[in-house]
């Protein structure tokens, strides 16, 4: 059973840092890509970083700049390192594998609240 388990959120101030982390297991996740999603309340859940297989990163152009997406293949972990945190970037954050663009596996983990706040 494909289980992700993320952590390393939290309340930071406008302009602070974060690092998210999720541990993935139940597949072999080495030949595929990673992604980290966010849901902020009354939105849907969207893209925010993925990572190929081969370490080829894409990000959504509001965090361009500011995430940085990173995996540890043995692991089978993905970490994000958010900078320059903004209100607009409070939500939960999820890891999938990003397929098609949308994900391959249905079923998420408990996300990780970040909430950007002075």
């Known amino acids: 059973q494909v289980q992700f388990v993320e952590s390393g959120g939290g309340l930071v101030q406008p302009g602070g840092s974060l690092r998210l982390s999720c541990k993935a297991s139940?597949?072999?996740?080495?030949?595929?890509?990673m992604g980290w999603y966010r849901q902020a309340p009354g939105n849907q859940r969207e893209m925010v970083a993925t990572?190929?297989?081969?370490?080829?990163?894409d990000y959504a152009d509001s965090v361009k700049g500011r995430f940085t997406i990173s995996r540890d293949i043995a692991r089978n972990t993905v970490s994000l390192q958010m900078n320059s945190l903004k209100p607009e970037d409070t939500a939960v954050y999820y890891c999938?594998?990003?397929?098609?663009?949308?994900?391959?596996?249905?079923?998420w983990g408990q996300g990780t609240q970040v909430t950007v706040s002075s």
């Open positions: 999938n594998v990003p397929y098609k663009g949308r994900v391959r596996f249905a079923s």
């Open positions: 139940g597949t072999d996740f080495t030949i595929v890509a």
């Open positions: 990572i190929t297989s081969a370490f080829i990163t």
